[in-house]
């Protein structure tokens, strides 16, 4: 393994350098001046590809039998940041819905698999607090990772700059009414004693236009939307993924320690200071937004202690008030220890999906959501993740996030519905989130 320090270069500007290229993983620490957005990735390359067609099934088998063939033979060497290379893509939502044995209604979304994994031994790493650049690379047959380097060096010394974003008009699925509707069947469901919580969300579709650039929009999203576990993944010509998360999902050391950090509860951010202030102690004080959270961060405890060593897992922080671009939102902080001989695809098969995207109990909520939503989610409300070569992972919920594919583009918003939950301000809290999505289109 090669890893050596490169002259400093903004990830957004390495991320135009290469943007050209097949198969790009982006995962871009964007917001600025955040303790939670510190080192960025620019993964280019892959020596292999996993991708997983709808209906596939169980996708941890496969996921776990293509890294065992992968995995270096000899120790690998230390490096400055924890992602040494290893695998990085997607696992969509219906996947969490099918590992559950719950059967879907909804045809999968034409053209996108329901997993896509690219296992990449070239990687630039972003240390944002210390303003310094690695790259880490593996030496492959005929390709070793000092030639890979001094080409990549070379792309990074050019100029380059990104295609602007192409406008989109983006459709809603369903009238506010709609929405408002469905708030109230899940509603009735709560009522009923079904379930607590069901995260609802709608989806916007726009026809993919002739000289749509995925990069460009990312760009465009990232400017309005800066977020701290944003990113974009180029599955082919046609399919990329474009994030602008604010939620981690699981993060794992390579010792075993394990962190996440569900999201329930949102406000808006204010026009001034002082506004802003007092929007968020009146998100803290709620009652409703509390509970919200208090329900979700003991499913991922439930979650986590399935596979976490006895009397490891603990909640840290609850209900914490924490900003970002766009919105205010509450949360928490539970972490554990995996139990020995247990790796992080037995931690993905405890967990996922997220329990903030579903609700609690999660396989009730699953099965109301399926019944209550009119099409497939896809990749979003499923995770994109980096799976290292030395066990460690990192890992986003996939929320604030558009689809592209061959025909046409997706972006969905939602939230957790209550018993508490009023249907109109539902209505307004997805459009809150859904609203950098859709202008992002449209610069």
């Known amino acids: ?20 290229e097949p198969y790009v993983a982006f995962l871009d620490s964007a917001a600025t001046n955040d303790p939670r957005a510190s080192i960025s990735y620019l993964c280019l390359d892959p020596v292999s590809i996993l991708s997983l067609p709808a209906g596939s099934g169980d996708p941890f088998i496969p996921l776990a039998a293509w890294l065992d063939r992968h995995r270096p033979a000899r120790p690998l060497a230390t490096a400055p940041l924890p992602f040494i290379g290893g695998a990085v893509g997607f696992l969509s939502y219906e996947l969490g819905v099918a590992a559950a044995g719950i059967a879907t209604r909804h045809p999968r979304m034409a053209g996108l698999p329901d997993a896509w994994f690219g296992l990449y031994d070239t990687v630039l790493g972003f240390d944002h607090r210390s303003r310094r650049l690695w790259f880490i690379g593996h030496d492959r047959p005929g390709a070793p990772a000092a030639q890979r380097l001094a080409a990549l060096a070379a792309r990074l010394a050019r100029p380059a700059k990104l295609p602007p974003a192409v406008a989109l008009d983006w459709q809603p699925e369903w009238t506010e009414a709609g929405y408002r509707a469905r708030v109230e069947q899940v509603r009735a469901y709560i009522g009923a004693g079904d379930i607590f919580q069901a995260n609802l969300t709608h989806r916007f579709r726009a026809r993919r236009p002739a000289q749509f650039s995925a990069a460009g929009l990312y760009a465009a999203l990232r400017r309005r939307s800066p977020a701290p576990f944003a990113s974009f993944l180029s599955c082919d010509d046609d399919v990329a993924i474009i994030s602008a998360s604010p939620e981690a999902f699981l993060s794992l050391a390579p010792d075993g320690r394990v962190e996440t950090r569900p999201i329930k509860g949102t406000i808006r951010r204010g026009a001034t200071p002082d506004e802003d202030e007092a929007l968020g102690q009146e998100l803290s004080r709620s009652p409703k937004d509390r509970a919200e959270n208090l329900m979700i961060a003991d499913l991922m405890r439930n979650d986590l202690g399935r596979v976490c060593a006895t009397g490891s897992v603990k909640v840290t922080s609850l209900c914490a008030l924490e900003r970002f671009a766009s919105a205010q939102h509450l949360v928490s902080v539970v972490e554990g220890r995996l139990k020995p001989g247990l790796g992080a695809i037995d931690l993905l098969r405890a967990s996922f999906p997220a329990g903030s995207i579903t609700g609690a109990p999660k396989y009730r909520a699953m099965q109301i959501i399926d019944e209550i939503e009119t099409a497939a989610r896809g ?40 018993w508490d939950s009023d249907p109109a301000a539902e209505y307004a809290e997805m459009r809150l989130k859904a609203a950098p999505l859709l202008a992002a289109g449209n610069e």
């Open 1 to 20: 393994m090669l890893v050596t320090e490169l002259p400093w270069r903004a990830p957004l500007d390495s991320f135009a350098a290469c943007a050209g």
């Open 379 to 418: 990749a979003y409300c499923g995770t994109l993740a980096w799976l290292g070569f030395d066990g460690a992972m990192g890992s986003s919920v996939m929320i604030r996030s558009i689809v592209a594919t061959k025909e046409a583009l997706f972006a969905q918003a939602g939230g957790g519905i209550v």
